[in-house]
């Protein structure tokens, strides 16, 4: 698939033109990120939109003009675009390599560059050692400090890709097998049916008469780089987008063993395994037998969960974290699915960062069977997204009003904002403009280095404004980029459980915030939480199974889910009883 380079050229091509010395319009910077945005997040691959309709199929793509076009068209047919190879002469700079390090933006690399002749991540390890960075102007022992840890981040969880990237692939994998028809069945197992936010591997098995043929179609596809071993019911190869692949040709009687077995997690079958020996039997990838070797269960993987006195568990859970226990006691919640959910309430239109017009967004949630989306633009202090002022989202409301009497109902736009949570906990709009508004969702964006009391009480004080509906991405991390803030949750959601506020399970692939882990501590709490996608384009809304899959592996049912509300209760849930402040 050529999107994510294609994407991250166009990225690289934005960072550069941002702080080159060359005259470039703002313009230029927007719409090279806007184009990495689109094709980053297309699900078919560019080539074959080209391929299908030429430079006008491509045309039709959000934010792609003709200059746009023409330069993916280039890339197609030659593997290069020759505006970025210029750029890379003046600047030979790895930004793919040091922009995912927190504390390093486009500007620093090149001053980096510049003054030290940092290239790389290692020539900036290099310099770190030395203590060569804390001497350049503007930079100090503290940036320093925020650069190591940033490195420390990077690395610790190196060699694990998101899921999102995972799960695309393994998708695309099972389409091929599936096409060829050599196999009767594939399906993912591992980490990736489980969910988890970051993936060491994909899992993949397989039912075949031809594990032979299958193998070869396997280990030749467009998006495999090397073969690590090649067997007949085994074969790993590693894929392009910095993983490798494990493909299991097994035997159609075991299949449901083999796909406990290789679903995991590890620490998960141990416990499994402990409690069939308990019971006098014996658990493998090739079925549950008793004392005799006589087979129990092999085929149904249900089945193997009923004849060990457990209900099945749904593998997001399968975590050894308490739901074996709940499984023999026959309290297994009832997880919130993808079905369940009737809007999305964390949205971006182009009046800020995002690609499409409120008109396309409504389209594409009226496609996805929505009965609402909250259109939620960037306040003004976040200068880097374009952030609008209260006269402008009077304005943009207008707008909305008019788009919702043409709707007539096949979907309700309930408008909001995503109001920066200032330093002192205030809001970045005046009580009138947010006294306008449906759904309004609060976040923190800046000074984000506080301590956890400091953090803490700035969220509070907002929260307790009365106004927020929904606190978005409450702990600010990145995955395998940045740290989450210093912020003691529950007390947080102790306040939201008093004001009527949600707590986002932000589902955009690299945020993923509440994690898992942050939801299984919050709900004790029982409060609310918001599964929404943060969606900066109309596909971008696709993001919601991340976030649901997220949500289950937090155990959330979907009466704590407000996005599964019909759209009068979600109003009820939205109108707070009374702003408590003023
Ligand atoms: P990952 O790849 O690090 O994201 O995590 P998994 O869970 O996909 O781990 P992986 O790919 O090493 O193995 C897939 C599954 O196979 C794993 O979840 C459970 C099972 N498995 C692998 N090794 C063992 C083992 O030594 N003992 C047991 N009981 N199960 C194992
Ligand atoms: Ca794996
Ligand atoms: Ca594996």
């Known amino acids: 698939m050529k999107n994510k380079n294609i994407s991250d050229i166009f990225e690289e091509i934005s960072d550069i033109l941002s702080v080159s010395d060359k005259p470039t319009s703002r313009f230029e910077v927007r719409a090279y990120k806007r184009a990495a945005l689109t094709i980053g997040t297309l699900q078919e691959d560019v080539s074959d939109i080209y391929r299908r309709g030429g430079i006008n199929a491509l045309m039709e793509l959000p934010g792609i003009g003709k200059g746009l076009a023409t330069e993916i068209e280039e890339y197609i047919k030659t593997g290069k675009i020759s505006k970025y190879e210029e750029l890379k002469k003046e600047y030979p700079i790895d930004f793919n390599d040091l922009l995912n390090i927190e504390g390093i933006g486009p500007k620093t690399a090149i001053l980096l560059y510049k003054k030290l002749n940092i290239t790389n991540l290692e020539s900036l390890k290099k310099a770190l050692e030395g203590h060569k960075i804390k001497d350049l102007p503007g930079f100090g022992v503290k940036s320093e400090q925020v650069i190591a840890d940033g490195i420390r981040m990077h690395e610790s969880n190196k060699g694990r890709i998101l899921l999102s990237d995972g799960l695309n692939e393994a998708e695309k994998i099972i389409s091929i097998l599936s096409k060829s028809g050599k196999v009767e069945k594939v399906v993912i197992s591992g980490s990736t049916r489980r969910m988890r936010e970051t993936l060491g591997d994909l899992d993949i098995l ?114 050894d974290r308490g739901e074996i226990e709940l499984a023999l006691k026959n309290q297994i919640p009832n997880l919130v699915d993808i079905s369940d959910i009737k809007g999305d309430l964390h949205t971006h239109t182009k009046e800020t960062d995002g690609i499409n017009t409120i008109e396309e967004m409504a389209a594409y949630a009226i496609k996805k069977s929505y009965q609402y989306i909250a259109t939620t633009n960037h306040t003004k202090s976040l200068k880097v997204a374009h952030g609008l002022t209260d006269e402008q989202f009077e304005n943009y409301f207008n707008k909305v009003d008019i788009l919702n009497d043409k709707l007539k109902g096949k979907l309700k736009i309930l408008k909001g904002a995503e109001v920066d949570i200032l330093k002192d906990g205030t809001l970045d709009l005046k009580d009138s403009t947010l006294d306008t508004m449906d759904c309004v969702v609060g976040a923190v964006h800046t000074n984000t280095n506080m301590d956890e009391n400091a953090m803490t009480s700035r969220v509070l004080k907002a929260i307790n404004t009365g106004y927020i509906n929904i606190l978005a991405h409450p702990t600010g991390r990145l995955i395998n980029e940045r740290d989450p803030y210093q912020i003691d949750l529950i007390k947080i959601a102790e306040a939201c459980n008093n004001t009527k506020t949600a707590l986002e399970i932000n589902a955009s692939p690299s945020r993923l915030d509440l994690n898992d882990t942050n939801i299984l501590s919050t709900s004790k709490l029982n409060p609310l939480y918001s599964v929404d996608t943060d969606a900066h384009s109309t596909i971008n809304m696709d993001f919601m199974k991340y976030g649901i899959g997220t949500a289950r592996r937090g155990w959330l049912t979907k009466e704590s889910v407000i996005d599964t509300f019909d759209l009068n209760k979600l109003l009820k849930f939205l109108k707070k009883e009374k702003k408590l402040t003023n």
């Open 206 to 319: 397989a039912i075949s008469n031809y594990p032979e043929d299958v193998m070869n179609i396997f280990s030749n596809m467009e998006d495999v780089n090397g073969i690590v071993v090649k067997g007949p019911t085994k074969t790993t190869v590693s894929l392009n987008i910095a993983t490798t692949c494990d493909l299991r040709v097994i035997e159609p009687h075991s299949f449901g063993a083999a796909l406990q077995y290789f679903t995991g997690s590890k620490d998960h079958n141990i416990k499994v395994r402990k409690i069939a020996i308990e019971k006098g039997y014996k658990l493998n990838e090739y079925g549950l037998f008793d004392k005799s070797g006589k087979i129990i269960s092999e085929s149904d993987e249900k089945e193997i969960y009923n004849k060990l006195g457990m209900q099945y568990i749904p593998p997001e859970m399968r975590e």
